[in-house]
């Protein structure tokens, strides 16, 4: 049997072959493409086998690690089928975003960073120090700009954003909240602070006005967080930025009932697949809080530039 015979039939597994695309894009650990595929160790490892049996895949070890590569050299008379499986598999797109967030991972380690950080800060009592106190000063660091809080509530984020910022637009779709808001607001004497009722997947706000466009655990809440992200892209100016701090995917059902989410957080994968296709770019997902009491619930945070 031929060579070119042997190789298409390696590729004829839609997992063999979306682990060569993920190896002609980048050199990788059987523990990174489980987290890209979510697939078993067993499984990677078996169909990387092949690969390498059949001269698609090369390994080298790294100290305690195993990489393995592709050249895009080595594909010959397959290049045109590697090309059309980019364009057809369904797989593809998902696992290029999973493999952004990979390599961005092995590179700054900023989420291990900021683990280890938030650990030691509350560790040693010291007057004064907090991570609300912190919050507020750097918020007074933000520019004065045009800013929708999307998903609002009865806007206490809203009301420590206006102390800086040129106007602050709240959107909540419950009729209460926005007027306990804007009573709180007209207490408060913030006249750049106004509070507007309507869902976020259509936010009463009118294109390319704001600056900023934040999320703070509300996408959870969406009928429809992808229309609710196209819908903040509309309204930034060219250049504007998507903030979202949710929930990371989680099994805990209960929320649905005792905290009425829509939404059981969302895979740091799928959130960067959904900003990418609502037209953002610069686009960057990482775990920043993890609760250390049962469910356990892990905070992602979420960037963008229109």
């Known amino acids: 049997m031929s060579s070119l015979v ?5 590729l004829s597994d839609p997992t063999r072959l979306r682990l060569l695309l993920l190896l002609l894009e980048e050199e990788l650990t059987v523990a990174e493409l489980q987290e890209i595929l979510s697939m078993g160790q067993s499984r990677i490892s078996a ?7 059949e001269g698609l895949a090369l390994d080298r070890r790294v100290g305690k690690n195993i990489f ?3 050249q895009p050299e080595s594909l010959g ?16 797109a998902r696992d290029q975003s999973a493999l952004t967030l990979v390599l961005r991972k092995r590179k700054d380690r900023a989420a291990d960073y900021f683990n280890k950080l938030a650990g ?3 560790r040693t009592y010291i007057p004064g120090r907090s991570w609300q106190a912190l919050a507020h000063a750097l918020l007074r660091l933000l520019p004065p700009m045009v800013i929708a809080d999307l998903g609002a509530g009865e806007g206490t984020l809203s009301q420590l954003l206006a102390r800086t910022a040129e106007k602050v637009i709240a959107i909540d779709n419950s009729e209460k909240m926005v007027e306990f808001g804007s009573a709180l607001a007209q207490e408060h004497g913030f006249k750049n602070l106004e509070y507007r009722l309507g869902e976020i997947e259509a936010p009463p706000i009118e294109d390319a006005s704001v600056d ?3 999320f703070s655990q509300a996408l959870h809440h969406a009928a429809s967080p992808q229309k609710a992200l196209k819908a903040a892209h509309r309204i930034l100016r060219p250049g504007g930025r998507l903030v979202i701090l949710d929930l990371a995917a989680h099994s805990h059902e209960q929320a649905k009932e ?5 939404w059981l ?4 994968a799928e959130l960067h697949q959904m900003l990418k296709a609502a037209g953002f770019t610069n686009i960057e997902v990482t775990i920043v809080a993890r609760e250390s009491q049962a469910p356990n619930f892990q905070t992602v945070l979420a960037t963008g530039i229109k």
Do not use: D, T
Request: hydrophobic share 45%; glycine share 6%.
């Open 77 to 92: 008379s397959l290049q045109g089928i590697v090309e059309a499986a980019v364009r057809e598999l369904p797989e593809a």
């Open 120 to 122: 030691k800060f509350g």
């Open 68 to 70: 393995y590569s592709s």
């Open 6 to 10: 042997k190789s298409l039939r390696a």
């Open 47 to 53: 169909s990387l086998s092949l690969l390498k049996r």
């Open 265 to 268: 957080g969302f895979p740091e």
């Open 212 to 214: 900023l466009a934040l």
């Open 258 to 262: 005792l905290y009425a989410h829509v």
